[in-house]
């Protein structure tokens, strides 16, 4: 009677780790990776490992998604919908560079300009 439940769980894991790879967005993908750590951790349970199903609920069920969700917060750009679609802005040429493609002339080796030796 186990193995359905362990052949269940291996399924919903195996399921949602190809959600956490395929989906478009960052939430959803955390959401799926919390999903595993939870199933996880009721597979450890079934298996009489209740120390490793402790830390699975800490760290891959609540810990590690809080803080994906967190740095995906921090990292989020807001763009106003008057915005989209805008050119993006044009910055003055660097004086630094030479032609009209803002590269610097070269023989495009990492020695520079070839020297004649003597």
């Not at 269940?8 to 595993?36: D, K, Q």
């Not at 490793?52 to 917060?73: D, K, S, T, Y």
């Not at 032609?99 to 002339?105: F, H, Y």
Request: glycine fraction near 12%; aromatic fraction near 6%; charged fraction near 15%.
């Amino acid at each position: 009677m186990f193995w359905v439940l362990d052949f269940t769980c291996l399924a919903v894991i195996l399921g949602a780790a190809v959600m956490v790879v395929f989906l478009r967005t960052l939430t959803g993908a955390v959401v799926a990776l919390s999903t595993v750590g939870t199933v996880l951790t009721l597979l450890f349970v079934v298996l009489g490992a209740p120390d490793v199903a402790h830390a699975e609920v800490a760290v891959g069920a609540i810990a590690l998604p809080v803080l994906f969700l967190v740095a995906i917060g921090k990292v989020r750009t807001v763009v106003e919908p008057d915005q989209v679609g805008e050119p993006p802005v044009d910055y003055p040429p660097d004086p630094n560079r030479t032609d009209a493609t803002g590269r610097s002339e070269g023989t495009g080796r990492a020695g520079g300009p070839e020297r004649s030796g003597g």
